[in-house]
């Protein structure tokens, strides 16, 4: 294997761990340590920050190569305009050189990736080459749902407790959020599940979860809600339904009760369809260019 086609299979392993990224049994900080870690590797950096929205600003949440203490009074305000964030440093360090990546969930900026040099010039290829800008894209894309679903996730423990909580917060997110029973019952979904099959909420509480989702009479072999129930752990499939209109990534999280027991699963339904065509759109290009040279 000569060197661009090693470089390439890297490129490739390394974005389809980080596609993948979201099916792990991760915590939201081990996530936020990943997601550094990635973007430290993916573009041969000295130091990797990550920088979350929060109270209307972007403040740094995770670091490597940078002790986070030193940096995490400093903040960006989320009304500067992006393309002011993208060409100015994000944080006052001493490096030769940046490059700030914006991560964007639902085409809203959550967050940004800062990566820092000491070599002048080192992100130039990133900046320049078409091909390496795109991966780079993708991976941002990638780990923007993955932080985005950690979350979510992380909130879920204190909303899911309580119903007023649940319909305030949960309606205004575009992801299909719902909560089964054991029985593969629904017992709560937001208004993006009810708008996402022409239904009233109503009509959707109490039904099987399969019969809304997939149009089945029984669940998938490979349901996540089974596996949670299973395991009694975080699971996450990747499906391709026609009755739902794309590929879509299903994460559970099985919830208890005061008393350690099982109580209900969240559900959170990711439509990826896009990221998907993405990535076999990178994929047939990457193979045109390797087959004409």
């Known amino acids: ?14 974005l389809s761990d980080a596609f993948l990224l979201s099916s792990k049994n991760l915590d939201y900080k081990s996530v936020l340590r990943t997601a550094t870690k990635h973007f430290r590797v993916f573009t041969g950096a000295d130091a990797s920050v990550i920088m979350l929205s929060n109270d209307g600003n972007l403040i740094p949440v995770s670091s490597l190569g940078i002790p986070l203490s030193q940096i995490k009074d400093i903040s960006l305000p989320l009304s500067t305009r992006l393309k002011d964030i993208l060409s100015r440093p994000a944080l006052d360090v001493r490096y030769a050189s940046f490059m700030n990546t914006p991560l964007i969930q639902n085409r809203k900026l959550i967050g940004l990736s800062a990566v820092f040099s000491t070599l002048p010039e080192k992100f130039a290829l990133f900046e320049h080459n078409k091909y390496e800008h795109l991966l780079l894209t993708m991976l941002a894309s990638y780990i ?11 909130s879920f423990k204190v909303i899911e407790q309580s119903k007023s909580e649940w319909e305030g917060a949960l309606d205004t997110i ?7 029973d054991a029985d593969f019952n629904i017992i709560r979904a937001n208004m993006a599940v009810a708008k996402k099959f022409n239904k009233d909420i109503k009509e959707i509480i109490g039904k099987k979860c399969y019969k809304i989702f997939h149009g089945t009479d029984e669940p998938w072999k490979t349901c996540p809600h089974r596996k949670s129930l299973e395991t009694m752990t975080k699971c996450s499939e990747e499906i391709e339904d026609p009755h739902m209109g794309g590929v879509f990534n299903i994460t559970t999280f099985p919830c208890y009760n005061d008393a350690g027991k099982y109580r209900s699963t969240i559900h959170i339904t990711k439509d990826i369809t896009e990221h998907k065509k993405m990535w076999n759109q990178q994929e047939n290009a990457l193979y045109q260019n390797r087959k004409n040279k």
């Open 1 to 14: 294997m000569t060197s661009p086609e090693k470089k390439l299979y890297q490129r490739l392993k390394f």
């Open 174 to 180: 575009d992801d299909l959020i719902s909560i089964h």
């Open 144 to 154: 923007a749902v993955t932080i985005e679903n950690a979350s979510q996730i992380n």
